[in-house]
Every structure is written in C-alpha cells, then in structure tokens.
C-alpha cells in the first residue's frame, strides 16, 4: 500500500484511488468524493499526472469477449549474451504479448499472454522462440483468475 509522503496528501490519495475505480469521472465528480470544487480537481490531477503519479488512462477490455480465450505466463530463458533491450523489443513487438516483466531466477523475464486458442498460443511461442537469444520458455496456462485486483491499493 502506498502512504502520504510528503508530495501526496490525504486528498491526492483519494482522487487517486477514485481515478483507478474510474478514470472517467469528471472533476464534479470527483470533487464530490474529496471535498473540493473542480476547479480544485483539475488543478490536482494535473500536478499528479505531471509529477508521473498518473501514467495514462485506459479503458480495460474483456479479453474473452474479443475472442482472446487462453491467457498464459511464460517464463522466458535467454542466452547469457543476450541483448536484454533487444530481446524485450522483439517481445514486446507482439500484439498477444501483455506484459513483459524482467525477473529473479532462472528465468531472465515473464510474459503475460493472450491468445485465441492453444493452436494459437503454440505459434505464438514458435515466434518467441525464434527471438535471438532466447534459450527456452516455460508455459503456464491460467484456468480461471478468482482475483484481480485492477490496480494499486492506495490509502491514505
């Protein structure tokens, strides 16, 4: 959890918190949960996005729905000469690659993945295995996700 710290307020945590819930809400809005006027409002959010405290906005998409049915962890094992801003390029460059995440262990990275079926996931990982320096991958597949949290816990 993330506390005050002396560039956030009790305040900057809140709106925070209700951006995450919905990035949508207007600055009437979200004045109404912290206690401020908009004008208020706007100028905060603006600090916090300029200070980096908010990175973007996004709308979150159902995978399932679009199809994208199986989603997967692979650890990633690469070669000791590998080119680590190459190789997270390539990864990165695909579309069913998520996340991209460099790691302690065996492995040097995990990649969350989405994919259409198994047929599809295996060409995914003939792709990725195909990326210069990379040694091998390790697959889990996700069954179901009981949890997810969506976001940072933020309290003030």
Same mark, same amino acid.
């Given at each position: 959890? /993330?506390?005050?710290?002396?560039?956030?307020?009790?305040?900057?945590? &809140?709106?925070?918190?209700?951006?995450?819930?919905?990035?949508?809400?207007?600055?009437?809005?979200?004045? =109404?949960?912290?206690?401020? &006027?908009?004008? =208020?409002?706007?100028?905060?959010?603006?600090?916090?996005?300029? &200070?980096?405290?908010?990175?973007?906005?996004? @709308?979150?998409?159902?995978?399932?729905?679009?199809?994208?049915?199986?989603?997967?962890? /692979?650890?990633?094992?690469? *070669? $000791?000469?590998?080119?680590?801003? *190459?190789?997270?390029?390539?990864?990165?460059?695909? $579309?069913?690659?998520?996340?991209?995440?460099?790691?302690?262990?065996?492995?040097?990275?995990?990649? &969350?993945?989405?994919?259409? *079926?198994? $047929?599809?996931?295996?060409?995914?990982?003939?792709?990725?295995?195909?990326?210069?320096?990379? @040694?091998?991958?390790?697959?889990?597949?996700?069954? *179901?996700?009981?949890?997810?949290?969506?976001?940072?816990?933020?309290? $003030?």
């Amino acid at each position: 959890m /993330i506390l005050a710290t002396d560039e956030l307020d009790e305040l900057d945590l &809140k709106l925070l918190q209700a951006l995450q819930r919905n990035a949508r809400s207007t600055f009437a809005e979200l004045g =109404a949960v912290v206690g401020l &006027k908009p004008p =208020a409002v706007h100028d905060r959010v603006k600090r916090l996005e300029n &200070k980096g405290y908010l990175r973007g906005y996004a @709308a979150l998409l159902d995978g399932k729905r679009l199809g994208l049915e199986l989603t997967a962890f /692979i650890s990633c094992f690469t *070669s $000791p000469e590998t080119s680590y801003d *190459s190789f997270t390029e390539a990864v990165s460059a695909l $579309p069913e690659v998520l996340e991209v995440h460099s790691v302690a262990g065996e492995e040097s990275f995990i990649c &969350k993945v989405m994919t259409r *079926s198994t $047929p599809h996931l295996d060409e995914l990982l003939t792709k990725l295995k195909s990326i210069p320096g990379m @040694a091998r991958t390790k697959t889990t597949i996700v069954l *179901s996700t009981p949890f997810e949290r969506g976001g940072i816990a933020v309290t $003030p």
